[in-house]
């Protein structure tokens, strides 16, 4: 099975097409597919434990790894004590190890 990168840099409360990542990665995860989203730039402000309307909620419940760019949480202001119990906080280094693992298919959106 393929692995899947899902890395979204959105805003999801400004770009209602958001949606389509979280549809898409759940449903490769049903189908037994190894699943990450990683969230640069303004898709990390969703992370925030009172994010409203977010559908990171439901990634980590599908089982999907959701991990979130230091440096873009950094540049929020965003601290790893706001964010979502399960959001854990990597590097782009990680990123690109993620990336270069074999079978892996990445999609940027």
């Not at 969230?39 to 991990?67: D, F, H, M, W």
Request: charged share 25%.
């Amino acid at each position: 099975m393929p692995n899947y990168i899902f890395i979204e840099s959105r805003d999801p409360f400004d770009s209602p097409d958001t949606s389509f990542l979280a549809d898409t990665a759940t449903s490769l995860k049903r189908r037994g597919n190894d699943v990450t989203v990683f969230l640069v730039q303004n898709a990390v402000l969703a992370t925030r434990k009172q994010a409203r309307k977010s559908q990171l909620p439901r990634l980590i419940e599908s089982g999907i790894a959701v991990l979130a760019d230091d440096f873009s949480l950094r540049e929020r202001g965003i601290q790893s004590d706001e964010c979502q119990a399960n959001v854990k906080t990597a590097t782009i280094d990680q990123l690109v190890d993620l990336l270069l693992r074999e079978n892996t298919r990445a999609i940027w959106h």
